[in-house]
């Protein structure tokens, strides 16, 4: 079978973050060390291998870099300095953009200013609806349902969520198409072609329900992290666990919730609701924050290299959170101006971050490691019952 080689392939990458891969010498000392690493899915010594030979095709069909958490335990110990674990950040980003149908994710990846510029497009997109369509701005009391009122809300949300899932689900598609088109252990060429051209030929779907646990148990927990000992990456799973437990809720809360979240009346301090914005508040800011942090300081390996989309990313994410805990302030002040002020800029970082970030950019890892984790589960079940 042939394969697509590509010799630019090394320099490409660089644009993603990529900037040692060459100097790897292939003496597999990354794999042996690493704790996620199994021996029927070995990494990162093969992908890297993959990437300098130029196999974007292989490259392409490897779950390999979605299997890494960037623990940072093979960058500590390679002998060439490769940064193995930096190339499958990298890795991570370059198939992001290969999944995405649109380019818009390359565009973002190989460029700071069209990143820039798009999210400043939204986000005047958003203040100049909020300039011309907001209600009236009550000033005897903080009146948020008046000034922006929540059914609207609720129906944009609706629409920009759809929208989203549209992007995300297609691109997400092709991942799997491109994980599955992998040939199964003693699999013969003509059904691996039929996969290719119908990825839901060949495997069960039997075994896709039965294994569906998987996902949703790898997207809630992020667990793999979690089986590597040193104290030092637990505190970055739970960081990395808070982020997205926080995230997951306040999407949910402000997209399927919002007429319970977004009221006039603000609920008292043990209300479920309430309790609920706190931790995901919470949860994302102490997440980011460590991030940010730890990017600044350089303070392991895994932050000692930062790609501008991962510093735009956690820059949204943090303003986001943080307009969010000045609106409640403003509220529980009873400051009307302040609080309508604040909640249109507030929805002018969220949402280009939301529209921008979830389909194209850093944030569609949240569906990509899971889904892999469960194709990988699939994947296994039909090698064994074969
Ligand atoms: S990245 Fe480093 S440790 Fe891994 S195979 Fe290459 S030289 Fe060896
Ligand atoms: S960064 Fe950690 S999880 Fe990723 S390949 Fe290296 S050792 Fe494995």
Known sequence: MSAQVNPELIETLEEYGVTDASTCFNCG????????????????????????????????????????????????????????????????????????????????????????????????????????????????????????????????????????????????YR??????????????????????????????????????????????????????????????????????????????????GIRWFQRDEIYPLWHPIRLLGYYATFGVLYGVSYAMIGRLKKSSTVYEHSHSTDWIFLILLWLTTFTGILIHFTRLLELPLATYYIYAIHLMIAVPMLVLEVPFAKWAHQLYRPLVLYLMKVRERAAQES
């Not at 291998?49 to 500590?76: H, M, N, T, V």
């Not at 997207?219 to 970055?236: D, L, P, V």
């Open 29 to 172: 000392n990354c794999t042996a060390v690493c704790n996620l690493s199994t021996e029927s899915v070995p990494f990162p010594r093969k992908v890297i291998r993959y990437l300098q030979i130029g196999a974007k095709d292989k490259i392409l069909q490897s779950p390999e870099p979605w299997l890494c958490y960037y623990c940072g335990d093979c960058s500590e110990t390679c002998p060439r300095e490769a940064n193995p674990g930096e190339v499958m950040m990298g890795l991570r980003r370059y198939l992001t953009s290969l999944y995405d149908w649109t380019g818009l994710s390359r565009l973002f990846y190989t460029s700071k200013a069209f990143e820039i510029i798009a999210i400043l497009v939204v986000a005047g997109l958003i203040g100049l609806a909020f300039y011309l369509f907001h209600g009236p701005m009550v000033t005897d009391r903080v009146a948020l349902n008046v000034f922006a009122p929540n059914h609207v809300i609720e129906i944009l949300d609706l629409i920009m969520a759809a929208v989203l899932s549209f992007f995300l689900l297609t691109n997400a």
């Open 175 to 256: 991942m799997f198409s491109a994980i599955m088109a992998q040939p199964l252990p003693g699999e013969d060429e003509a059904s691996v072609k039929r996969r290719k051209r119908s990825p839901l030929k060949g495997v069960p779907v039997r075994y896709y329900i039965q294994e569906g646990k998987e996902f949703v148990i790898q997207f809630i927990t992020q667990k793999k992290f979690a089986s590597c000992e040193k104290r030092e990456k637990r505190i970055q799973w739970i960081s990395h666990l808070l982020v997205m437990t926080g995230y997951s809720t306040v999407f949910l809360l402000v997209v399927v």
